[in-house]
């Protein structure tokens, strides 16, 4: 039984940091890729950052500059270090990844940059 939970959302100032962990359990992703995608209301989910199972990282523009997407494999853990939030950032952020041709979703962590 695959299951991925996120953790670390709430609520943070513009300019602020905030850091998202997704543990996995039930199974070893070592061998696969990682992502984290986002979902703000009314708007469709897209794509943040990935990481493959050698540590190369891809970003969406938005990232970019401001987002870091690492891996710890002993601990089945992947995070998301989000720095100089911005309200726009706002959404729910959902960890992801695909074995063969399942996708694996967690329920999701909520972000909310506001003043």
């Known amino acids: 039984q695959v299951q991925l939970v996120e953790s670390g959302g709430g609520l943070v100032q513009p300019g602020g940091s905030l850091r998202l962990s997704c543990a996995a359990s039930?199974?070893?992703?070592?061998?696969?890729?990682m992502g984290w995608y986002r979902q703000a209301p009314g708007k469709q989910r897209e794509f943040v950052a990935t990481?493959?199972?050698?540590?190369?990282?891809n970003y969406a523009d938005s990232a970019k500059g401001r987002f870091t997407i690492s891996r710890d494999n002993a601990k089945n853990t992947v995070y998301l270090q989000m720095n100089s939030l911005k309200p726009e950032d706002t959404a729910v952020y959902y960890c992801?990844?695909?074995?063969?041709?399942?996708?694996?979703w967690g329920q999701g962590t909520q972000v909310t940059v506001a003043s």
């Open positions: 039930g199974i070893d992703f070592r061998p696969y890729v």
């Open positions: 990481i493959s199972s050698g540590g190369i990282t």
């Open positions: 992801h990844t695909r074995v063969d041709i399942l996708n694996y």
